[in-house]
């Protein structure tokens, strides 16, 4: 067998974009529909307090968990909403007491807030979201507290988010939601195999990236079909959803595979419609396994398959900023026999060098 030397260059520390608690990620959504923020396109749109599977005015009101601190109503995993058109979001808040707090609202263009029935804020005008452009003082109750959030936009800016602070701007303790607020942790990754770097940039396109948190870099494959990624959990791990973030190629034929021994594969997703973008796979029931394998059969473009990351959720998991990690980088044959094992150990005092590398030939 031909044996080649390829040094990826890599940090060994994970940073996961900051989820804080006090934003509201859990919703129901319901939407969208043909109107404006004027329009009451659900009767008695300020009253409401819907179940999820509720209907209402022909629209189902559906759960939704955002993976960042904003929700973006055009993703296709919250409703797909087009260009146009207004739509709904709603939570429950439960306080142990009255209290005095601050609620930042950030939308794309018009918004309509409702707290236990009452408008609190209305902005007709057209912006660029950005997180917190609104603070708002209220009141909760003691007890159950309703939020509604209706959106409404002309040219698909359909991003906002909600955060609730005491009257210092800190978190306040003892909140609890209904919708509950879905713990979003990554699953622990120890070793990552993959098929092919594009050669034209290898330190650039190393699938370590996958995992960095940073949607500015990429692992970007060879230009061709039939290519993946495999992650190793090391251990047993549930897998509950995968979110996709896609670079300038991307699949069009694509499959997620579970395995226990890497041998023995399971397809527990498979779509020939890739969109690029930003994918999230919500699987209808959690999945086990030691192994997971993004399996790019076919691609869309003429370059190769191009991912800026990776996220891969679990229940149970804690979220936040994973520590200082060793990753093992594995290459791997057509035959998926491994040819090239190259381990990263970080230097602890400086966590975004690397202290060693070690090459290990495979016969």
């Not at 707290?115 to 209305?122: A, H």
């Not at 419609?273 to 396994?289: N, Q, S």
């Not at 190769?304 to 229940?315: K, T």
């Amino acid at each position: 067998m031909k044996k080649f030397c390829l040094i990826l260059f890599a940090a060994a520390s994970i940073v996961t974009a900051p989820v804080h608690a006090f934003y509201i990620r859990t919703w129901l959504l319901c939407g969208p529909f043909n109107g404006t923020l004027e329009t009451e396109c659900i009767k008695d749109e300020g009253y409401l307090s819907p179940k999820a599977w509720d209907v209402s005015s022909g629209k189902q009101w559906k759960q939704y968990s955002s993976i960042e601190n904003s929700v973006d109503l055009f993703e296709k995993a919250a409703l797909g909403a087009g260009d146009a058109g207004a739509s709904y979001a709603y939570a429950e808040i439960f306080s142990d007491r009255a209290r005095e707090a601050l609620l930042l609202v950030g939308s794309g263009d018009a918004v309509k807030v409702w707290l236990n029935g009452k408008n609190i804020l209305t902005l007709s005008d057209a912006r660029e979201f950005a997180l917190d452009q609104d603070k708002l003082h209220i009141t909760l109750l003691p007890g159950r507290n309703t939020l509604l959030i209706k959106l409404s936009t002309k040219r698909g800016n359909w991003k906002f988010s909600a955060a609730l602070l005491d009257r210092e701007e800190s978190d306040i303790p003892g909140l609890r939601f209904i919708p509950a607020q879905e713990n979003m942790g990554r699953i622990p990754v120890a070793r990552i195999i993959y098929s092919s770097i594009d050669a034209d940039d290898p330190a650039r396109f190393s699938p370590v990236n996958l995992l960095d948190g940073d949607n500015a870099t990429l692992w970007s494959s060879a230009h061709a079909d039939d290519q993946w990624v495999t992650f190793d959990f090391r251990e047993k791990s549930t897998v509950s959803r995968v979110v996709l973030n896609w670079g300038p190629a991307y699949a069009r034929s694509y499959a997620l595979e579970t395995s226990m021994d890497k041998k023995n594969w399971r397809t527990i997703y498979r779509t020939d419609k890739g969109t690029g973008g930003r994918e999230d796979i919500m699987l209808a029931d959690p999945v086990y396994g030691g192994y997971l394998k993004l399996h790019c059969y076919e691609r869309a473009t003429d370059g190769g398959n191009a991912l800026s990351e990776v996220y891969l959720f679990g229940p149970g998991q804690e979220s936040g900023r994973a520590g200082n990690q060793r990753y093992v980088l594995i290459e791997e044959d057509k035959d998926m026999e491994a040819r090239l094992k190259i381990t990263a150990y970080p230097d602890v005092i400086h966590p975004n060098d690397i202290a060693s590398i070690t090459v290990e030939w495979d016969n």
